[in-house]
């Protein structure tokens, strides 16, 4: 592997608030693990050649965008948000949320805004003007810092917030009118940082551990035995990433047959191994899949 020296370490950027948690999960996975120092954001990670700060989600999207920062997690929403230019390296499918129109059910007409002169709150200004002007609305923007969906009705007409189950947005009797945006946590690069053939090839190293975890955690391994008569049947029915592995068992007793299943398939492919002729089914968890 490229070796960096100590003023070409790559800069990782890890996010704090709701993505903090779901983000170090998935590196400890993939074996990187974040050592945290006490009040400390510049945290000891076992990855050579990677130097790790912590920041907002927001701030890790502005500092990829200037370069000062290599490569980072962040939301797709706030990429939107400050017209990033970024290059995705993968989407974790982590803190899925949407960015959604949403307004007091007392104030929509056939669930719609009302023609007249409105107040719309949200933390995105940009999204939150696009919106405006691509809907036609005759509304003046108010920024939020926080907690936007208290604003209605005395505050705001309509805000524009995130929100993944709707029930913080229902507990404040507001009603979505309109999803704008899908967002969640992704991996992102600087064009900058990709332009360094160096730093491209780390960045692109980690992004194979982080995906091997993701790609793991879809599938489980199916181990189950098999007679010579069997064999195929239970080939037929077991879905897999290529072929499944087959190995004979002693004494020429049967096979052993075992394959990387997607996970949401079992309830369907357990019942139809065992009618097809196979035994000793084992299921295991996986911690990585690298093709």
Known sequence: MTVLDANGQVRLALPTGRMKDGVNALLCDSGIHIKMRDRGYRPQVNL???????????????????GSRDVGFSGADWVRELKADLVELLDTGL????????APKSLLVDGKLPPQRLVIASEYETITREWIARTGLDATFVRSYGATEVFPPEDADCIVDN??????LRANNLAVIDVIADSSTRLYASPKAMHNPAKKRFIEHLAM??????????????????????LEGVIRVLPCMREPTVSPLRGDAGYAVKAAVPRDQLP????????????????????????
């Open 48 to 66: 050579p050649g990677y130097e790790v700060k912590i920041l907002k989600p927001q701030s890790i999207v502005e500092m990829l965008h200037l």
């Open 95 to 102: 803190d899925p949320v949407q960015v959604v129109a949403a």
């Open 209 to 230: 551990l982080v995906q091997s975890v993701l790609v793991a955690r879809e599938r489980v391994m199916v181990e189950v035995n098999v007679d010579r008569q069997s």
């Open 163 to 168: 929100t993944s189950t709707g029930s913080t």
């Open 268 to 291: 369907l492919v357990i019942p139809e191994i065992k009618a097809a002729g196979g035994t000793d089914v084992v299921v295991t968890d996986l911690s990585q899949i690298i093709p």
